[in-house]
């Protein structure tokens, strides 16, 4: 069967020290678009004991180092807006308070200090109504 025989030979390439660059620059690749630095570095490290002079190595070096400075950027604009949420907390501006939250939700959703931050609003308000109850 010709697929049977394509396989074989796909296995037989991947023996291969090429075949192995292959796959982990491919593996490389995939992790950086993922955002999976250990697994990229992972990778690349294979990748640079297989053939250190592969010229893809150094692309995808240079693609990983964009991507963490990236995220750098990101993170520092997250804990801008967040600050910026404090001090709204502070002056007991709300409205200001969500809006940085919102803000730096849309930068990412997913980080973990997103959620924090929503509490510590949530809680604040919270306070203050209560406070503006008793009064």
């Known amino acids: 069967m010709p697929e049977t025989a394509q396989a074989r030979r796909e296995i037989a390439d991947m023996s291969m020290p090429q075949g192995q660059l292959t796959l982990q620059l491919s593996r490389a690749r995939a992790a950086i678009g993922q955002d999976d630095r250990a697994a990229a570095e992972k990778a690349l490290a294979e990748a640079e004991r297989l053939n250190?002079?592969?010229?893809?190595?150094?692309?995808?070096?240079?693609?990983?180092?964009?991507?963490?400075?990236?995220?750098?950027?990101?993170?520092?604009?997250?804990?801008?807006?967040?600050?910026a949420m404090r001090a709204?907390?502070?002056?007991?501006?709300?409205?200001a308070a969500d809006g940085a939250l919102n803000e730096a939700a849309r930068i990412d959703v997913r980080d973990p200090a997103?959620?924090?931050?929503?509490?510590?609003?949530?809680?604040?308000?919270?306070?203050d109504r209560k406070t503006n109850a008793e009064k």
């Open 52 to 83: 250190p002079q592969a010229p893809e190595i150094a692309r995808l070096r240079q693609a990983l180092q964009a991507a963490e400075q990236k995220d750098a950027h990101r993170n520092s604009r997250i804990a801008e807006l967040l600050t």
């Open 88 to 95: 709204a907390i502070a002056r007991h501006d709300f409205a």
């Open 114 to 127: 997103i959620d924090a931050a929503r509490v510590e609003l949530a809680r604040a308000q919270d306070a």
